[in-house]
Each structure stands twice: as structure tokens, then as C-alpha cells.
């Protein structure tokens, strides 16, 4: 017998008042008579409170509930699942009355199914209408054990798994004896598995992780099939075959395929098999990958819009023992792996309207999370020039985009019309304005701006105001809000007649628009604008600008036409139009060289004997920043920080024929600037701190041993971990000391195909990046074997399918049985009391 609960036997404490008043009582009756009332009453109370409890009594049935898992995972033969249908068939229609029945399909999951709804889905995933997310595992563990909750209480437990048994999660031994102990009578049958011709590449595999420059390392392929059948193995760097094999595979038999390779790419290397098999069913199990760190030679990134006037410097480069991987504007990574490839990424002429918000972030990353180098150059799209004002770009140099007007240059009058209609609300606006603001924020203070927002009909949101009243212009900026229509002539009118009104020496007006604008005379108004001296630059935001009519005007205003879709863009683009219409951020001339700063960037270096430079862009140095060289007016020309981990460098010159010709002709010019960049160099200073990383449970585990110079484990350590994905997310990452000189870290994959791990010693300033890829699903594999406690479980048959189950017990309340002797004790107490 049990109790639901004992709660209620909290009331039997009254029993001791009913106690006090026995022996107070004083009712003339015989003692036996009294004493014998006064049980029975007591036992009544006891009884009515053990009726609260709600007592059940249990009884054997022989009652059985059988729960049927088949496998429909993508290595399970289809045709094999539809005969396991049918013995469950069979079964069903053996049970008796009593018995009940659940039916599971077995995947990544279970899915509860009827006969005929099951019989339907295998048909129509042989006919070609596959679920492949469904099907891509088999959580054979997972499922035994969700299985076990379809069990209805005080029936005979039995689970008939149909499967091929092979278990991509490695938990069927834990979960099998889970069962035995709650009483589940567990039988198994075998089901083919896939009978399409299938190959797969297991695994691609490296002798060791690091390379040292032009060593040779030996990377093993390994290839299974389920037929007999030939297939080529490609080896792939950077996505191009630099060898090919072919192999003739054996069913079940891991073939090995090697290739020795030199490794002649510093950095993080990633290398790449695939397969080309005679015959195939599934494609997503022909690749696998892994990443190779090669240290040697310095290897770094040279961004030019026209990399034929950066060759010479290059070559310079070169002849220092440098990899020099020059490209042009559309060059920069798009990943955080292939920018970790290079030790530092120069910038020489590159806009930061080129690049995307999601490129200027990861260099931000590269910089400061994984220790590189970043280095500008001066040029017509660098610093302000190139639009990184309050850009994550200018976070990592030392150098900012503020510099002060020089009072022989004009002045400037802008006026800014801007598309406040409906398309432009949220994002797009609240980029407007802040592209404004940051307009407004460049010119000096001898400048004048003007902002006129547009929809149906022009508003003048702030009239043509000195630079030096920001507050007011600011808030008038704040004020703009989304409207209606889209009538961009309206608002160059209203712009217009304010240009025309001011005796600034410099006018321009840049126009914003995401629509199409209605029709009006725009090129006679262009026309008009530059008889009277004033240049126009258009923007165009998003796929339905009037790309067409805003580039026409641009080519016809002397200006310049700028396009993208993406809103963020915008400060950028205003802040490099607003510069570059100032005329105010280059000095050119002939420059020497002034030392401001010793380091050993420069050491052996006088800056009286280096090559005068012919120009170089203005700006404004960091507090924290380093100036190492000036011009003779105090302007800094190179300077270096760190920020993060890494280090920022700028110098405003130039290092082309523009205006580092004197440079270029130096014969020093390649051991200095080898030098310069040898400093900003990523470091990679891992010894001593040895990782290894494996996957269990869903997560990337990394394991970390420190030990010091003499090998002594340190413990201690304060950590700073992150990770990266490959859509550019970064999280913290806690690592933990495990043990004397141990530590461990654990990163949650998901849904993650890439990751890169940065981990930094702070004690000791030693970093390390690791990287993971994320193989395809196990499944593919074809490599899998069925665990020996599965193997080993009872064969199912059809006619004893409730054979051999031990009788269950089914509880029934028994409460009312104890009410009613309780009512019957009480009545008797009462009776005895009165005879």
C-alpha cells in the first residue's frame, strides 16, 4: 500500500486535546464502557485522516503497453523500414484486447505516427520528397529514452527498436541500462542500411597542426564506400586542386589517400579533400577540412584601388623576405579566418565607403581580439579623405580623422538634402541623420551648413548656419521625421536658393534619396547650380534609388555618385564627400622629416637622412598614441598604438610615385619600412601553452596546459577568451583551471559551421588562436557500428510479442475504505457512550 501524501495526518495533533479532555471528563459512566467509546473515536479520527491521504493498494496485471521505434535516418535502407511497417503490422493485430501500442519514427528525434500516416511518409520520401534535417542523425540514446515517457502507469513495459544501430550520438549503452533499471523489457531488429551506391570522406587529417615555411607535411584523406567503386581525391587550397589521386574503394574499408605537401602560406592555412566517386547518392559527405598554422615568413595584405602604382614598394617588400599578397579595392576578406592568414593589412588606397560595416568590424576584431597589425598609408581615400571618420577603423588607428582649417583655405557652404519619405523610416533615417551630423561635425569653423529634408514637399530643417553653432545644428538635425512621397526636385530648390544666398568661396550639395523621385527638370536645376558654382554628389540608397537619374546628375554637377544598400554605410559616405568638398585635408609640398619619438621602429633611422615626403594627409594623434615621425609644422606623419591586443600604425604619407617618389628612389626604402612593419607584426607567442580541442556533448572543448619557461605548471591565470563564428558573432568564452597548470574551456556549438578561438595569457601576454569546422552530420559517415548492447538485446518476434513480461502493478485508491471505517468507529463511539 502508499500514500499520495501525509499531510493530513497533521491534524491528528488534535488528539491530544481530545486526550486532556478524556481525563478531564466528567461523565458518569462505567471506566470500561468509557475508555472503550473513547478508542473507537480515536481510531475514527485516524482512519478519517489516513482517508486523506489517499491510500492505494497495488494489484498484478498482466497488461502490457509495447512502444515500436523504427530508424529512418538517411543510412537506413527505405525498403527495410517498409518491411519493419509491416511486422509492427503483424504485431499490432497480435495483441490482445488489454494491450496498447505506440509508434515512433526514429531520426533526429522521434516523431509520433499512425500505421497508415508512417506507411505514407516512407512512400513519398522514395519517390524524392526528402526531410534531410530529420533524417541527417540518429539520436539513437536520446530516443530510447524519450520512447520510455509513452508508457502509461500499471501496464508491462516493452520497447522493439527497428534500426541499422548506428548511433551518431555514442549514448545507447547509457540509455539502455536507464531502461533495464525502470522495468522496460528492451528487443531489437535489424535494419538494412543503405543499398543506393554511397561514398564518403571521413576525415582529412594532418601529422601535425604547425608548419614551419616550406616544410612538408603529409595530409591523409580517408575515404569509405558501401560498393566497390573508383574515385578521385582532390587535395584543395584556397579553392584551387594542387593535387589529385585516384583510389579504388572496398565496401566498409577505410581507404587512406595521402598527399605531402610543402606548405608555403603563413598563417592559418586552410586545406580542403574532396571526392569525385564513380557513383553517388549523397554529395554533403564528399568534403572535409582542416586548418594548418604555418609560421615563417612575414606575410601581409597590401589593399590599392590601382595596385600597379604599389608594386614598386612591393617589390621592395619582397626583397626582405616579406609574402606580399597585393590586391585591389574588392579585396579584403570577408572572414575572420582568411584575415588571420595575414600577419598585418595595409591600407593604402581604399575608401571606407569600399568596404562593408561587417569588413570594417572584423579588422576592428583582427586588431584587438587577435593580436594583427593594421597599417594606413596617406591618400585620397585614407583617414578623413576616405570617409573613417567615428568609423571602427579609426577606433584602431592612432590617428583620427579631426584636423584644424587652415585659414588661407575657403570656405565651404554645404547644404544637405536629405529623403525623409515613409521608405526611409527606422534604420535608414536614423542613419540619415547620424551621416549628417557627422557632416557637420568636419567643417570648420568659418563653414557654413544647411540641411533641407524632402517627401512630397520640401522642409527646411535647419537654414544655412555657421559650423561653429553645432548644438543648433545638431538639434535640428535630431528633429527630422519620415513623411510621405518622394520629390527630391523640391528640396535641390530650396537648397539652391540658400547656396545662392551665402559669399562662401566653396559651395556644395549632396542629395539622399532611396525612391524614385517624380519627375521635373533636374538636369536644367544641375545646370543652373553649376553656372553659379556649386558641385552636386548624389547618394543612392537601397535597390529602388533612381540609380540613373542620381549618377546623371553627379557626372553633371561635378560631383561624385555614391550607391548602397546597406544603411549603415551612410556616415561614411558624408563624412568623405564633406572632406574631400572642404579641400582642406592634404598638405602638399616638400616635407622633411622631423623625429619626434624614439622606438625601435626606428632604430638606426635619423630622420634627418630619410626621403623628404610631397604631401600627406592631415590629422589629429591619439593621447595614447605614439608619433615617432612629424612635418616641420608639428603635423604627425607616422604613428604608431596599440589597441587590444594588436597594434594600429599610420603614416600620412604617401608610398607611391604620388607623393613618395623620393621614397621609392631610396635604396633604404625596403629595409625601413620592413622594419616599421616588423613591429606591428601579429606575435604569435605561444610557447609554453600547449591547447587541444575535441568535441563532446554539443560543445567545443579546449583543454590548456601552461607551464612556464623551466616546466613548472602555472597556475592562476587570468584569461581572456572569444570566440568567433563564421557570421562575424563573438562571445565571451570562461576558462577554468581544472588542475595544477590545467584549464579547460567549453564553447557551445549549435548551429556553428566555423569557429575561431582566441586565447590570451594576460599574465603573461602569450596568445593563441585555434580554429574548428564543423564536419557534416555523422550519419553520412558510413563508418558507424551498431554498440555491442544493442547487438546484444533479444531478437523481436512476432508472436510473442507480449511474451515473457513480468505482471505489473496497477494501483486502485482504497480512500473509501478507510472513510467508511472511520464513519463506522466514530458511530460506535457515540453508541457505547449512550447504552
Not at 560543445?699 to 601552461?706: E, F, L, S, T, V
Request: charged content about 25%; overall charge negative.
Amino acid at each position: 500500500m502508499s500514500f499520495t501524501t501525509f499531510t493530513p495526518l497533521l491534524w491528528l495533533l488534535i488528539l491530544l486535546a481530545a486526550g486532556w479532555g478524556y481525563w478531564r471528563s466528567l461523565v458518569d459512566r462505567p471506566t470500561g464502557l468509557k475508555a472503550t467509546s473513547f478508542a473507537l473515536r480515536i481510531l475514527g479520527v485516524v482512519l478519517l485522516a489516513l482517508a486523506l491521504c489517499q491510500p492505494y493498494a497495488g494489484e498484478e496485471t498482466d497488461e502490457a503497453h509495447v512502444v515500436f521505434l523504427v530508424d529512418v535516418s538517411q543510412s537506413v535502407d527505405l525498403e527495410s523500414a517498409k518491411d519493419a511497417l509491416k511486422q509492427i503490422d503483424a504485431g499490432i493485430k497480435a495483441l490482445r484486447p488489454q494491450d496498447t501500442h505506440s509508434l515512433f519514427a526514429m531520426a533526429n528525434g522521434l516523431r509520433d505516427k499512425k500505421l497508415p500516416d508512417f506507411t505514407k511518409m516512407l512512400e513519398d520520401w522514395t519517390k524524392g520528397v526528402a526531410d534531410d534535417a530529420f533524417r541527417s542523425h540518429t539520436r539513437l540514446g536520446d530516443s530510447l529514452l524519450a520512447a520510455r515517457l509513452a508508457f502509461p502507469a500499471g501496464k508491462a513495459k516493452r520497447l522493439i527498436v527497428f534500426s541499422d544501430g548506428i548511433d551518431t550520438e555514442n549514448g545507447v549503452d547509457t540509455s539502455l541500462e536507464q531502461l533495464q533499471r525502470e522495468g522496460v523489457d528492451v528487443k531489437f531488429a535489424t535494419l538494412k542500411t543503405l543499398s543506393e551506391p554511397e561514398a564518403a570522406l571521413v576525415a582529412l587529417e594532418s601529422t601535425s597542426p604547425f608548419a614551419f615555411h616550406g616544410e612538408v607535411l603529409r595530409l591523409t584523406a580517408r575515404v569509405i564506400a558501401n560498393q566497390p567503386m573508383n574515385t578521385r581525391v582532390r587535395l584543395l587550397n584556397k579553392g584551387v586542386a594542387v593535387q589529385e589521386k585516384t583510389v579504388a574503394l572496398k565496401p566498409g574499408e577505410d581507404a587512406k589517400v595521402w598527399f605531402d605537401t610543402e606548405m608555403t602560406t603563413p598563417g592559418p592555412s586552410v586545406w580542403s579533400a574532396e571526392i569525385v566517386p564513380e557513383r553517388d547518392h549523397f554529395p554533403i559527405n564528399n568534403q572535409a577540412t582542416t586548418t594548418i598554422t604555418v609560421r615563417g615568413k612575414p606575410r601581409i595584405l597590401v589593399i590599392h584601388q590601382d595596385e600597379k602604382k604599389m608594386r614598386p614598394f612591393i617589390r621592395s617588400l619582397k626583397e626582405q623576405d616579406f609574402d606580399v599578397d597585393l590586391r585591389g579595392k574588392r579585396g579584403l576578406p570577408e572572414g575572420m579566418e582568411d584575415m588571420l592568414s595575414f600577419d598585418a593589412i595595409v591600407l593604402a588606397n581604399i575608401s571606407a565607403t569600399d568596404m562593408t560595416p561587417r569588413q570594417m568590424s572584423l579588422l576592428r576584431s583582427y586588431v584587438s581580439d587577435f593580436g594583427g597589425g593594421l597599417f594606413m598609408t596617406g591618400s585620397e581615400n585614407s583617414f578623413g579623405l576616405g570617409g573613417y571618420y567615428k568609423s571602427p577603423v579609426e577606433e584602431v588607428l592612432p590617428l583620427v580623422s579631426r584636423f584644424e582649417k587652415e585659414k588661407e583655405k575657403p570656405s565651404l557652404a554645404m547644404a544637405l538634402v536629405i529623403d525623409k519619405s515613409g521608405s526611409m523610416s527606422g534604420l535608414p533615417l536614423q542613419m540619415a541623420r547620424q551621416a549628417a551630423k557627422s557632416a557637420a561635425e568636419l567643417l570648420g569653423p568659418q563653414d557654413q551648413i544647411a540641411v533641407v529634408a524632402f517627401d512630397g514637399d520640401a522642409q527646411i530643417i535647419c537654414e544655412m548656419t555657421p559650423a561653429s553653432q553645432q548644438g543648433t545644428i545638431q538639434a535640428a538635425i535630431d528633429s527630422i521625421a519620415e513623411g510621405g512621397g518622394t520629390f527630391m526636385y523640391t528640396g535641390m530648390v530650396a537648397a539652391k536658393d540658400m547656396l545662392e544666398r551665402t559669399t562662401a568661396k566653396v559651395k556644395h550639395m549632396i542629395c539622399l534619396t532611396d525612391g524614385q523621385t517624380q519627375e521635373a527638370d533636374h538636369m536644367g536645376l544641375v545646370q543652373q547650380l553649376v553656372d553659379s558654382g556649386v558641385t552636386v554628389s548624389t547618394v543612392g540608397l537601397g535597390e529602388g534609388a533612381a540609380r540613373e537619374l542620381l549618377a546623371q546628375i553627379a557626372e553633371a554637377g561635378k560631383g561624385r555618385y555614391y550607391e548602397s544598400n546597406d544603411p549603415a554605410t551612410l556616415p561614411q559616405i558624408f563624412t568623405k564627400e564633406t572632406t574631400q568638398a572642404s579641400k582642406s585635408a592634404v598638405q602638399e609640398g616638400v616635407f622633411t622629416h622631423i623625429g619626434i619619438t624614439e622606438h625601435p621602429m626606428l632604430a638606426g633611422y635619423e630622420a634627418e637622412g630619410l626621403p623628404v615626403v610631397l604631401g600627406y594627409v592631415m590629422t589629429e594623434a591619439k593621447p595614447a598614441a605614439q608619433v615617432l615621425l612629424g612635418a616641420e609644422n608639428g603635423d604627425p606623419l607616422l604613428a604608431v598604438g596599440r589597441f587590444g591586443l594588436g597594434i594600429g600604425l599610420a603614416y600620412t604619407g604617401d608610398l607611391t610615385e604620388v607623393w613618395g617618389g623620393e621614397w621609392l628612389a631610396w635604396d633604404g626604402c625596403g629595409r625601413f619600412w620592413a622594419q616599421v612593419l616588423r613591429g606591428a607584426l601579429r606575435k604569435a607567442d605561444v610557447e609554453g601553452m600547449e591547447s587541444r580541442g575535441e568535441i563532446r556533448d554539443g560543445a567545443w572543448i579546449m583543454k590548456i596546459d601552461r607551464r612556464s619557461d623551466d616546466g613548472t605548471p602555472v597556475s592562476g591565470i587570468h584569461w581572456a577568451a572569444q570566440s568567433l563564428d563564421e557570421n562575424g558573432n563573438t562571445q565571451d568564452v570562461t576558462i577554468r583551471e581544472t588542475g595544477l597548470g590545467r584549464y579547460e574551456a567549453r564553447i557551445p556549438i549549435g548551429t556553428r559551421k566555423h569557429l575561431s578561438l582566441r586565447m590570451h595569457d594576460r599574465d603573461h601576454d602569450k596568445l593563441e588562436v585555434k580554429h574548428y569546422h564543423a564536419p557534416y552530420p555523422a550519419e553520412y559517415r558510413l563508418n558507424g557500428k551498431t554498440p555491442e548492447s544493442l547487438a546484444a538485446l533479444a531478437k523481436y518476434d512476432t508472436a510473442t510479442i507480449t511474451a515473457g513480461l513480468l505482471p505489473a502493478k496497477q494501483l486502485q485508491p482504497v480512500g473509501h475504505w478507510f472513510a467508511w471505517s472511520a464513519l463506522g468507529m466514530l458511530l460506535g463511539g457515540i453508541l457505547l457512550r449512550r447504552i
